[in-house]
């Protein structure tokens, strides 16, 4: 096992700032140690301000997510396609001959393997699903030895893509090994790649190294984003004092605690008991809050006891009533189930759900009334049928309230710079700057919230690959700096 010294030395020359050849250290302020909560972490060295770049990593390799299982092309990863055609010689499916020149380096790992099925008979979606795995097989000793750094979960059920693919080829048993551990690897600290911002591509996976070394808190003070070089670029979401700890976050940052715990037991085998966690109300959002069963209570919330223990009992914030774990996990079940029954394509039965069912079952506080209010942000002004000119003045209106709730939550939370509240604060302005545009009287009284909201946005998702494309745009025009009368500065709006 390489020592925290070694290791940092890794990364720092994986990162480029460390040239063994002439023996020159760029400055950093951050070290690779020993972690409080278990195994290694990056740790600040001095204090860092708030939004500075801790570093851009690079994936060692990347690929479709297992969860994947629609037809995409493996080389630009679209998934709408009617020419999708398997290579006759690997069985990866691509999209073009353009797609097909860029696989060789894939092609020539799997065509090298003695096939047990014709080409036809080989499932892509099995392909698909191991091909970030094959890609570690193409990898130089220095990244192996960074790659076998990295903690790993050896668990059975991790590296189920290389035994479905051996019912297709026979591979030796070195290069099976290798690519097993490179699934533990991937399974352990890979994360999901951006998207360009309304395209529809296959959801990519990447295992970035230096980022796979920071551990996990459901209260982060680092945040990413991705460039279109599929580079992730680290910052810092809040100060952070030198000698503390820089974490992100492994699971959904607006999602409940029993959701969370449950999410990285299952999937990174550890149960988090970290401040938030702690906290029945979570920092006073109460995002896992669950309406009282009380009839007579129409105020309270039921919320755990003792939140670090699955059995703990939920207790009434107003009358007190005491609620088992297992009437709650029966609750949690069923609103599972419920959720499950809604189609996210329709946004009219969403927007019907969410105003007039679910928050008769929970609180509108709670998480699923929060994941269903973006899911409506993100479509309302976006999708046909409810582009802006579109746009109910009741819809515009929720719109606004939906994003000014969320920003609070976030804020409560202390997340007011991550890649979230730079969405939620583009989709603010662009609510407000419609509103101006339907109604020029209001603007005097807008046009301050409108500037301040989308320099906000812009400082925070500049450069992000899923930043929207307007974004350079309306910063320009109906930012703080723009001195153009209002006509041409609301001109963007009907391009």
């Known amino acids: 096992m390489l020592s925290s010294n070694q290791l940092t030395q890794i990364v720092h020359k994986y990162l480029g700032l460390y040239n063994s050849t002439d023996c020159i250290q760029q400055f950093c302020k951050w070290t690779v140690r020993e972690s409080t909560v278990g195994g290694r972490g990056i740790i600040a060295t001095e204090d860092i301000p708030c939004g500075e770049v801790l570093f851009v990593d690079r994936p060692l390799i990347f690929g479709p997510r297992c969860g994947n299982v629609i037809r995409g092309c493996t080389v630009c990863s ?222 309270g919330y039921l919320l755990p006891i003792e939140p670090l223990k699955s059995s703990s009992s939920w207790q009434c914030t107003a009358c007190g009533l005491r609620v088992p774990s297992k009437i709650i996990y029966k609750i949690q079940v069923a609103l599972g189930t419920l959720i499950s029954t809604l189609d996210f394509q329709n946004l009219e039965q969403m927007e019907n759900f969410l105003m007039k069912r679910v928050t008769k079952f929970v609180p509108k506080v709670n998480h699923i009334v929060v994941d269903l209010q973006c899911r409506l942000i993100w479509e309302f002004g976006d999708v046909q049928g409810y582009r802006w000119h579109e746009l109910t003045e009741s819809r515009l209106s929720l719109k606004l309230v939906l994003c000014r709730d969320i920003l609070a939550t976030l804020a409560a939370l202390g997340l007011e710079d991550s890649h979230l509240c730079g969405l939620l604060f583009y989709h603010l302005h662009a609510t407000l700057a419609e509103r101006a545009r339907r109604h020029p009287d209001l603007y005097d009284g807008l046009k301050s919230e409108i500037e301040s909201t989308i320099e906000r946005a812009y400082r925070i998702l500049r450069g992000d690959i899923s930043a929207p494309v307007d974004l350079e745009l309306r910063y320009r025009y109906l930012g703080p700096d723009c001195e153009k009368p209002q006509q041409e500065r609301f001109s963007i709006l009907s391009i």
């Open 78 to 299: 679209k998934f709408e396609d009617d020419g999708f055609f398997k290579c006759s010689l690997c069985a990866l499916l691509l999209c073009s001959t353009e797609c097909q020149d860029f696989h060789t380096d894939d092609c020539n790992i799997i065509a090298g393997w003695k096939k047990k099925v014709d080409i036809e008979e080989i499932d892509e979606i099995v392909m698909s699903h191991a091909l970030a795995a094959i890609r570690a097989l193409s990898l130089n000793q220095e990244q192996k030895q960074f790659m076998s750094a990295l903690a790993a979960h050896t668990l059975p059920q991790h590296g189920g893509e290389i035994i479905k693919l051996k019912q297709y080829f026979e591979i030796p048993e070195e290069i099976e090994k290798d690519m097993i551990f490179a699934c533990q690897a991937l399974d352990t600290n890979a994360f999901q790649i951006a998207t360009p911002y309304g395209k529809k591509e296959m959801s990519l996976r990447g295992l970035y190294p230096v980022a796979g070394l920071m551990n996990h808190s459901c209260l982060p003070n680092a945040t990413y984003s991705y460039n279109d070089e599929r580079q992730m670029i680290v910052k810092t979401s809040r100060f952070i004092a030198a000698g503390t700890e820089i974490f992100t976050c492994y699971s959904g940052i607006l999602w409940g605690t029993t959701t969370r715990r449950s999410y990285l037991f299952k999937t990174k085998h550890f149960w988090c008991k970290c401040e938030r966690c702690a906290d029945p109300t979570e920092n006073g959002t109460m995002l896992a809050a669950l309406c009282c069963l009380a009839n007579e209570c129409t105020t």
